[in-house]
């Protein structure tokens, strides 16, 4: 089975990252398979070519760090460490489950290679930012990667570490944001505007990237951020779909917070290559 | 107190490089030999406290010792969730340092008096809560939070508060210190306002009470033992702190006293009554206007000690106080 792992591609990674994120929604009833899906190819192309790891060592010093600032989407995190080996694959349907460690918002307790737990949106980035001026002290060469949704950009914490982090030329730090136009109520344009969104972290102090977060020869070039030039820190704006995969979940408000079940759940595996008989 | 605190800090930071120290853009004027000596040890990161709470989970999760410092409320309500979810949870070595507890910065006004600190900060799992009685107290506490695993709260006073200890302080965390044993009345302080528990102790002996006083430095952990024992033992507990007396060093006591089976003593909590103060003073005058000065801690424990308590029974003959000396 790990030998498998080992030789799957990014985009059959991003596909079982999707089937997860459909069945654990299904079998936990629970909310954000929308948020799932719009990230689950930038998390196949960052664990399955990017990220530095050891999965029998989850703690190995020189690992890249990751922290899913987005906590909401911890389905999809819990995903790819079990694809990529960090526990095995059968605890995913845990998920939600009582007594299950596998919670709605990710958390590390008792979960090899969740560095941190979250949940309430805003946290992420000001501890990367101490991840990262840690490892400038100390001189190590690792990359700390956050991924933020972008309705998460409201919160004002977010743009105190991007002001901390572009001061102290933090180059060792990446911030993804899941770019996918929607946010809880509605369209992120009608809720706080972001646009012109590339130009305020330009503003800020860092270097932008923008990306298709859907292509992953092009997620593969913008994620292998070199950590030790430029003296700036990295924002990677990937331009994404809400519900991504599943064709009647895509662009859609209802399914950040909707989980299929019946005919819903059988066509969404369906699109995603699954027959499921339920009957 | 914050000068103990910094010289201390200066100490561990100096033997131990992993030891740092995080400002929320305060301290003007006082980290100047920290930063000429140790560099790279200090980091002034703004008037961000959410943004200067969560680099310090971040640093600490990556091997540091991380003291965030800021004054009154900013380093604890305003990054209340970093606190409770990115320190408490992850049990990260971070040490937040509150200069200005309770009425220290009584003139500033409301949003600079700290009078909610220690029940917010006690109601969070995970943390040990420390408020140091005097400058000795404040330097054993740096160093024993240091020490200690996890995310810590120290609540200091400003500078020029008494010293109240002698040398040779047992300090630990978790335990109070006792001053002084006695019989009929248990005077149990939290924070700077030790030295008036002190006076307050020294009048009512004077006036021919049997009064022990205890520093009751740590409120998490909480030394249940020494209330255990006081209760049974002493007639009347009453407690003293700077700071609402919802939720603090009162109800602490209450949480133990109120679950035994049986105990002597009656309580009473001295503190802020569930208000704003929107008067405006010094430290001593608002301790006054709220019931803390010495002549009011005073006055409170002989009336209890001379009104209802005598017409329970409770107190014995010959132990009756009539007159109110003022120290």
């Known amino acids: 089975m790990t030998e498998l792992r080992a030789i799957m591609t990014t985009e059959e990674l991003a596909l079982n990252i999707r089937r997860h994120a459909v069945n654990m929604c299904h079998l936990g009833k629970s909310s954000h398979v929308g948020a ?6 930038i998390l196949a192309v960052y664990y399955g070519s990017i990220c530095a790891k050891r999965p029998s060592e989850p703690k190995w010093p020189e690992r890249d760090r990751f922290i899913l600032s987005k906590g909401h989407a911890g389905a999809g995190v819990y995903a790819v460490l079990a694809e990529t080996g960090f526990f095995p694959v059968e605890e995913l349907r845990t998920h939600y489950a009582n007594g299950s460690r596998l919670s709605g918002h990710v958390s590390h307790k008792g979960v090899p290679g969740v560095e941190i737990s979250t949940g309430s949106l805003g946290h992420g980035l000001p501890i990367g930012a101490g991840m990262a001026f840690a490892a400038k002290l100390d001189g190590k060469g690792h990359r700390v990667t956050v991924l933020l949704g972008d309705g998460e950009c409201d919160e004002g914490s977010n743009w105190e570490a991007i002001l901390f982090a572009a001061h102290h030329k933090l180059s060792n730090l990446v911030a993804i944001i899941d770019y996918n136009k ?10 706080l505007a972001l646009e012109p969104f590339a130009d305020k972290w ?5 270097q932008v990237v923008e990306v298709d977060g859907h292509d992953h020869d092009a ?22 779909v809400k519900g991504k995969g599943v064709s009647f979940m895509e662009h859609s408000v209802l399914w950040h917070y909707r989980n299929p079940q019946g005919v819903e759940y059988e066509n969404a595996m369906a699109e995603l290559g699954v027959t499921i008989d339920e009957k | 107190m914050r000068n103990e605190m910094i010289r201390v800090l200066m100490e561990l930071a100096g033997a131990n490089s992993n030891v740092i120290l995080v400002t929320g853009d305060l301290g003007f004027g006082v980290f100047d030999e920290f930063v000429e000596k140790l560099p790279r040890q200090f980091l002034n990161a703004g008037i961000a406290e959410q943004n200067m709470t969560g680099l310090a989970v971040g640093m600490a999760l990556e091997g540091k010792v991380v003291f965030t410092y800021s004054i009154g409320n900013f380093p604890t309500l305003r990054c209340l969730e970093q606190i409770r979810n990115d320190a408490c949870y992850h049990g990260a070595n971070v040490k937040i340092v509150a200069v200005g507890g309770g009425f220290t910065y009584g003139s500033l006004g409301i949003s600079h008096h700290a009078t909610e600190d220690l029940a917010i900060m006690r109601a969070l799992p995970d943390i040990t809560v420390v408020a140091p009685g005097d400058p000795v107290e404040a330097a054993a506490a740096t160093r024993a939070i240091c020490h200690t695993s996890g995310p810590c709260y120290l609540r200091l006073g400003r500078g020029g508060e008494p010293v109240v200890h002698g040398s040779g302080l047992d300090f630990k965390i978790g335990k109070a210190v006792t001053l002084f044993e006695g019989d009929d009345v248990a005077l149990i302080s939290t924070g700077g306002i030790l030295h008036n528990a ?19 430095h740590t409120l998490k952990p909480f030394d249940s033992e020494l209330v255990a024992e006081l209760a049974v033992k002493t007639k009347l507990i009453v407690t003293v702190e700077e700071h609402t007396v919802i939720g603090g060093l009162g109800s602490a006591v209450a949480e ?25 003073g010094d430290q001593e005058y608002l301790r006054d206007v709220y019931g803390l000065s010495v002549d009011k801690i005073v006055a409170t424990v002989l009336d209890l000690w001379n009104g209802p308590r005598a017409s329970m029974g409770l107190c014995p003959a010959g132990h009756s106080v009539v007159s109110v000396p003022v120290p």
Not at chain 1, 36 to 41: I, N, P, Q, R, T
Not at chain 1, 182 to 191: A, F, I, Y
Not at chain 2, 198 to 216: C, E, H, K, N, T
């Open chain 2, 198 to 216: 002190l006076l307050a102790r020294q009048a009512l002996v004077d006036s021919g009470l049997s009064v022990g006083l205890y520093s009751m």
């Open chain 2, 256 to 280: 133990i006293t109120a679950q035994m089976s049986s105990t002597r003593a009656r309580l009473k909590v001295i503190g802020l009554q569930d208000r704003f103060s929107s008067v405006v």
């Open chain 1, 202 to 206: 330009r503003a800020f102090g860092w």
């Open chain 1, 182 to 191: 929607l946010q809880s109520l509605c369209p992120v344009e009608e809720t």
């Open chain 1, 219 to 240: 997620l593969r070039v913008a994620l292998d951020v070199d950590p030790s030039t430029g003296g700036k820190p990295t924002c990677i704006i990937a331009h994404t």
């Open chain 1, 36 to 41: 799932v899906l719009s990230m689950a190819d």
